[in-house]
């Protein structure tokens, strides 16, 4: 069982940067894909960005390509840095865990997930 923990989510103004953390409690951390989806209200769950246990591929939504980082460390953390945000990045944003599946960071299935943290980007 993974435990994962989100946090740096806020109210933020357009233009602005946040980063997000997840801490994750599974010793074998390092095997583990890391993703970060978000949903907005009354929209469905959408992938933001996904990267390999170490940390050489990565994959982001096309709406976030260009602004957002997805980073990790090989101890137990991983990152989302946030850059010029918009009005429409405003969702609840999760961490989420799975196992290396060969490579298929597009794929959007995880095993694991962390309880959400709020980004809300004012105009």
């Known amino acids: 069982q993974v435990q994962l923990v989100e946090s740096g989510g806020g109210l933020v103004q357009a233009g602005g940067s946040l980063r997000l953390s997840c801490t994750a409690s599974a010793r074998t951390y390092s095997t583990y894909d890391m993703g970060w989806f978000r949903q907005a209200p009354g929209k469905d769950r959408d992938m933001v960005a996904a990267i390999d246990p170490f940390a050489l591929n990565t994959h982001y939504g096309d709406s976030v390509k260009g602004r957002f980082t997805i980073l990790r460390d090989n101890v137990k953390n991983t990152y989302l840095q946030m850059n010029d945000l918009k009005p429409a990045d405003t969702a609840i944003y999760y961490c989420?865990?799975?196992?290396?599946?060969?490579?298929?960071?597009?794929?959007?299935?995880?095993?694991?997930w962390g309880q959400g943290t709020q980004v809300t980007v004012s105009s």
């Open positions: 989420a865990a799975r196992r290396d599946n060969g490579g298929r960071l597009w794929d959007p299935r995880y095993d694991y």
